[in-house]
């Protein structure tokens, strides 16, 4: 079980996680050089897929409660 502060910890985590996504979005639609555009977008991508993980943990905890 969860409690409610480690909760309010993962929500914390989630709301970095959907700012590194913009972020690095954000990056690869701004550099020229296709290398690191590429990097940025690998990196946005990886970042969507733990914000995905951790948001449907929240959701199924939050079921629990």
């Given at each position: 079980?969860?409690?409610?502060?480690?909760?309010?910890?993962?929500?914390?985590?989630?709301?970095m996680?959907?700012?590194?996504?913009?972020?690095?979005?954000?990056?690869?639609s701004?550099?020229q050089?296709?290398?690191?555009?590429?990097?940025?977008?690998?990196?946005?991508?990886?970042?969507?897929?733990?914000?995905?993980?951790?948001?449907?943990?929240?959701?199924?905890?939050?079921?629990?409660?």
């Amino acid at each position: 079980m969860i409690t409610s502060k480690e909760l309010m910890h993962l929500e914390d985590f989630l709301n970095m996680g959907q700012l590194n996504v913009k972020t690095f979005q954000h990056l690869s639609s701004e550099v020229q050089d296709q290398q690191a555009k590429q990097l940025f977008q690998q990196i946005s991508q990886k970042q969507q897929q733990h914000v995905q993980s951790i948001s449907k943990h929240l959701t199924g905890a939050q079921t629990l409660q």
